[in-house]
């Protein structure tokens, strides 16, 4: 048999799939303790805003199951449990165990206590049909495998339920030659004074450009089965948020 030589992103490179889990989680593993706060630098607070956002699109119930996808370090998952509340649960999964430390460590913190599942959003542990919503933020384009990961999602959806994908986007054209001037000249600069790393800092600037677009992504999410599939831009398109439900 011969080998396999598929290769896929990795920011600007092209490198073998089976590398690129690896390359990205030394990426985390290396920013996973200054995440949060280069978060709110990096963005000027406004990811809490789009998070916000993506928990009301959520539309959850007391007592629904949720599940995480690429939960980090534990913000979505603990807004998430706020709203569901003690009759319901949620499922923090991430494929990176030093992100799911920290995550469970600030959790805790919180007086909140979910199941934490190390795992890779192409093969999710899970029964089928077993939660009402899943989501992931700010992680599919870290996915080595896109298509994959979201049949995947989908699979692990009972009927009416639904997925939401916040991820940066295609921002508004006039406004990217000064998005472009932030992302690989200010936001590198940021990663290195702060979490010491220039280098992780560029990949995901870079990872960003190589993510689909907004229709490209609903096209993706039909494709994987969703049905009635939206997407809303947040700060100019700077952020899209996606839905699609399981019929």
């Not at 490198?15 to 690129?20: I, L, Q, S």
């Not at 805003?49 to 996808?69: T, Y």
């Not at 699979?155 to 916040?166: F, N, S, W």
């Not at 406004?175 to 979490?195: C, H, K, Q, T, W």
Request: with cysteine; glycine share 8%.
């Amino acid at each position: 048999m011969k080998p396999d030589k598929s290769t896929t992103d990795f920011g600007y490179q092209q490198v073998p799939e089976a590398e690129k889990a690896q390359r990205v989680a030394q990426v985390f593993d290396s920013v996973a303790n200054r995440y949060d706060v280069m978060n709110d630098l990096m963005s000027a607070g406004l990811h809490r805003v789009w998070k916000r956002v993506l928990i009301e699109r959520c539309a959850l119930r007391p007592g629904e199951r949720v599940l995480d996808v690429a939960g980090g370090t534990g913000d979505i998952s603990a807004l998430l449990a706020r709203r569901v509340g003690p009759a319901g649960q949620v499922v923090m999964s991430d494929i990176n165990g030093e992100m799911l430390r920290n995550g469970r460590d600030r959790l805790l913190d919180s007086g909140i206590a979910v199941p934490l599942v190390q795992c890779d959003a192409e093969s999710l542990p899970f029964h089928d049909r077993q939660f009402d919503c899943v989501t992931i933020a700010f992680g599919l384009r870290n996915v080595t495998r896109k298509q994959r990961a979201l049949a995947e999602m989908r699979r692990v959806l009972r009927p009416g339920g639904r997925v939401l994908v916040l991820e940066f986007s295609q921002v508004w054209k006039p406004l990217r030659p000064l998005y472009d001037a932030y992302s690989f000249g200010i936001l590198p600069r940021l990663g290195r004074m702060v979490a010491g790393d220039a280098d992780s800092y560029r990949y995901l600037a870079e990872s960003i450009r190589m993510h689909p677009s907004q229709d490209q992504l609903r096209d993706m999410m039909q494709a994987a089965g969703f049905e009635r599939v939206d997407y809303l831009n947040l700060t100019a398109g700077v952020v899209a948020l996606h839905r699609g439900f399981r019929l």
